[in-house]
């Protein structure tokens, strides 16, 4: 029988022995020495590399540019409808504060229109007057235009019509005073841009819903902001009558 203590000797690993350093795979030494060749300069590219080089760049290009393009042109009429708003909404402050003063008379309102303010028609024509901030060029007296009619605004001061706005109202109700101190106003706030002075009598009451487009899409002939208020003179002893009757015939 052999000895344990010997027969533990023997199966105890060496520890004096250096572990042999890990060797890299056969076949990725044969693919790096492959890869090395003698006639290949050591610096720089072939001209195949570079050609491939320019596909794969224009290939991006290609696929990248026109997304940019389009989301440029989005913001652009994202802002353009916002202005379009925020005039459309001070057209009416600009009438309220009107009608709350006081002293005012059926002109210096909207023209009143007999039908409900959804089923006024669409422009036809474009006033001749300047409504500006710069008061060099504003020739716009604040008196009603027709309801057919578009009034250029200037935004910016340059002198330059940025957008066309159509305004309207209701009659009021019936037995107010004159001026009505209640009424529907309307408004429509169009981009003047030359594709839409070309087919002015072809333009559209419904307002446009802005796509993610490149191009001038539906605001060729759709206005860009639609806004329908209720406006009663809070300050009479009928207030609370008018604007019974002004809901109740205008569906506010």
């Not at 060029?137 to 019509?161: E, K, R």
Request: charged share 15%.
């Amino acid at each position: 029988m052999p000895d344990p203590a010997r027969l533990l000797v023997v199966l105890r690993p060496r520890r004096d022995r250096p572990t042999p350093p890990s060797q890299p795979p056969t076949w990725l030494l044969r693919l790096l020495v492959r890869g090395q060749h003698r006639d290949r300069p050591p610096h720089g590219f072939t001209i195949i590399e570079i050609l491939v080089a320019m596909l794969i760049a224009s290939i991006m290009m290609m696929i990248l540019t026109p997304p940019m393009f389009m989301s440029t042109a989005a913001r652009v009429q994202q802002r353009r409808a916002q202005q379009a708003l925020q005039l459309g909404q001070a057209e009416v402050d600009r009438v309220r504060t009107t009608v709350e003063r006081g002293s005012y008379t059926t002109a210096d309102l909207p023209t009143s229109v007999t039908t409900n303010l959804t089923a006024v028609p669409a422009p036809s024509t474009i006033a001749a007057s300047l409504k500006s901030a710069n008061p060099t060029c504003n020739t716009y007296m604040g008196t009603s235009l027709a309801t057919n009619a578009l009034l250029p605004v200037d935004t910016n001061g340059d002198c330059v019509s940025d957008f066309l706005v159509q305004t309207f109202r209701t009659t009021g109700p019936a037995g107010t005073s004159v001026p009505v101190t209640g009424f529907r106003m309307g408004v429509r706030v169009y981009a003047d841009i030359p594709q839409l002075r070309n087919g002015i009598g072809q333009l559209s009451p419904v307002p446009a819903r802005l796509s993610f487009s490149s191009g001038l899409g539906v605001t060729i002939r759709q206005p860009l902001a639609v806004l329908q208020v209720t406006i009663v003179r809070s300050d009479t002893g009928t207030a609370l009558q008018d604007y019974r009757a002004v809901c109740t015939s205008g569906n506010c």
